[in-house]
């Protein structure tokens, strides 16, 4: 007599499978060419932040530049403003 517990293979495949199988295929395939999107709009979306950045840092150098210049007039005019005092004394 066999046994009827023990594992066996069969050779038949049930329509159950396949469509479950193909649906499994269907799903992975749409995450996939999801993830790809995602990740383009990740490397775009980094390019503008990049590109933001360097005109900030850019703009902050100007701004910069002009306090420089601004506090140079001021110590030239402090300058003339006590030699003009006689020295302060």
Avoid: C, P
């Amino acid at each position: 007599m066999a046994d009827r517990r023990q594992w066996h293979l069969d050779k038949s495949v049930s329509v159950a499978h396949i469509i479950t199988t193909v649906a499994l295929v269907v799903s992975a395939l749409w995450f996939l060419a999801g993830q790809d999107r995602r990740i383009s709009n990740l490397e775009l979306n980094y390019a503008h932040l990049k590109a933001a950045r360097v005109e900030d840092q850019e703009r902050a150098e100007r701004k910069f530049d002009e306090l420089k210049t601004d506090l140079r007039m001021i110590n030239a005019k402090l300058d003339r403003l006590i030699e003009g005092s006689g020295g302060g004394r």
